[in-house]
C-alpha cells in the first residue's frame, strides 16, 4: 500500500530516491520522505507530494539512502507519521509496507524497556527492535526484530554504523534492481527501470544484505539464490507520453492492449505457442475471486461462461472470502489481479491452495505475488498502469476471460468460430469509442454539476454499470451507484427527481425492452436520463437527454465498448470539477492491507 525505495551506489541518493519515488505513488501518496547516510543518519519527510519534495527539500548529501510513499494505516497523515522512522538512537532508519498486527504489544513492551516512540504508527515499532537486538551485526539485529513481528512487511533499513541496506519481506512485494556498482531496492519494478533492467524478486520471509557491488539473501537465516530477471516494461511505459494525466493515456491505449494481450489467439484462434496458460479440461464449475475493478471482470466472465458452457460459476468478493466463511468445493479458481498484491486476493488464492483447488491467476504483473502462489497464470499485457482508476487493465481482463471461455474444451465450433470473429474486431471498435470521445465531453459537462448518479445496466452489462459507477466516484468524487436496472423500482426509485440522472446502459439484446421500461420509469420520476447506444438505434433519441453513440457490437462483446465509454465519461466529468484525476484522495492503487 505505500512504496519503499532504497539506492547504494557512487551517485548523489536524494535525486534517484525521489525520482524512485514519484514512479511509486501509485501505491500512497498521503506524505512522502526519505533518508541519507551521511555520517549520520539525515531524514526529510512531510506531507506533500513526491514532486512537492523535489523543489523543496533541503540539500542531503550521501550515497546511500531510503524512500518512502505513504497511504495510511495507523495514523492520520502527518508529518511525524511519515516514514522513514528512526530508534532511539537515530543509528537506525526503517521504511515499511504492510500492517504489523502485534505493533501494540511490541510497543508496550519496549517502552516499558525505555524506548521513545514520536508516531502512532506500527511500523515505528521495527527501528526500535533493531536497537534493542544490535550488537554490531545489522542483519542478526533486523533477523531478530523480524521473528517477533506479526504481519506483513516490506522493509528497507539503512544504518549510520556501516554503508549496507537490508531488504526483507512477508506479504508486501520487494525487489532489488541490479546496476553496475549501484543496488536499488523497491516495492515494484518501473521504480528502478530509469537505472536498470535487471530484477531480483524477494519472496516470503527473504532478508537481503546489500552493498554497492554485490547482495547475499537469507531465508529464514539460509543463504538462499533468486533468480535474476529482465523486466518486460520500458520507462517509457511509465511516461505520460504528452497525454495531460494516465488515465486519458492508458484509455487511448486500449485498442493496443488488447493485440498484445491476445494478439497470436485473435490471428490463429489457437493460443500462441509461448502462452503460459493452456486449459485442456472441461469445465465442471468455476470460483472467480477479485476486488473493486477486476471483481466486474469477473461478474462479466460469470455471465459469459455460464452462457457458453453451462457450468455454474460463483464470484465473490475477495475481501469478503477470507473471515471465517466456509469453502464450497469447486473444481477451478480464478483470481482476477491488476496488481497481483492485493492482499485480500493473496489470502483467497492461498486458502484455495490448501483446498488442492487448481488456481489460476489473472494479473497484469510479471512475477507478481499472485503468480507465484497460483498454479498457472493468465498475463493480462496491458503494461503498466499507473493511474490509480483501472481502466486499460479491466479492458485486457474482460479480453483474457473472453479467450479463456473460447479456449476451453466443450464449446461448439461454430459458435466458437463466429465469436472468435466478433473478438476479433474489437480493437477497431475501441477505436471508434475512442474517436466519439469529443461527444462524451459535452454529455461530462452536463454530469460534472451533480451529486448524485445512478447508474443501470442488465444482464452481460450490468457489472459494466457498478464499474461505470465505482469509476466515475473514485476520480470525480460524485456519489454514484451501479444498479441492476430492474432493482431501481424495489426501492432506490425513491430518490429519483430532476437533479439525479440516470446513465442507462442500453444493449441493443434481449434486455432492451425491459431497459427501456425502466427509463420510462425513471423519466416518469423526472430524472435526467443519458442513454448508450447503438449508433443505429433510432428510437432511443426520442425517450432519453443525451444519448453516447457506440458502433454495434456482438451481444457478449458489448461490456467492452461500454465500458470505454464510460471511462471516458467518468475521466471528462472529474475534469470538468478540477479533481486531481490520477490519484484520487484517499486511495492507492495496490491495496495490501486486508
Ligand atoms: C479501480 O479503479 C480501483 N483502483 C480498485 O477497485 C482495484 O480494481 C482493486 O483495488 C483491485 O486491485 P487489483 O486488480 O490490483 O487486485
Redesign the pocket.
Known sequence: MCGIVGYIGKASAKPILLNALSTLEYRGYDSCGIAIRNDSIDIYKDIVRVEVMQKESPTLNGTTGIGHTRWATHGEPSSTNSHPHTDCSGKFAVVHNGIISNFQKLRQQLIAEGHVFTSETDSEVIPHMIEKYYDGVLEEAVQAALDEIEGSYAIAVLTADEDILIAARKDSPLIIGVGDGEMFIASDVPAVLDYTDRVIYLEDRDLAVITKDSFKITSDGTEIKRAEHRATWSKEDVQKAGYEHFMLKEINEQPRVIQNTIGDYLVSGEPSSDAEFKFDEELRDLSIV?????YHAGLVGKYIIEELHGIPVRVDLASEFNHGRRMIPTSMAIAI???GE?AD?LSTLKRFREESVRTVAITNVPGSSASRVANDTIYTKAGPEVS???TKSFIAQLISLYQFTLSCPGLHRGIRESLLAELRQMPNKIEQVLDGACRIVNVAKFLAKHDNVFFIGRGINHPIALEGA??LK?ISYIHAEGYAAGELKHGSIALLQENTPIIAIVANDNTRDAMISSINQAKARSAPVIALADEDDEDIGSLVDYVIRLPRTGNMFTPVTNAVALQLLAYHTAKHRGCPIDFPRN?A???TVE
Open positions: 477479485a476486488c473493486g475493478t477486476s489481479t491488476q496488481s492485493t486476493v490509480v482508476a483501472a465505482l469509476k473514485e486511495l492503487k495496490s491495496v
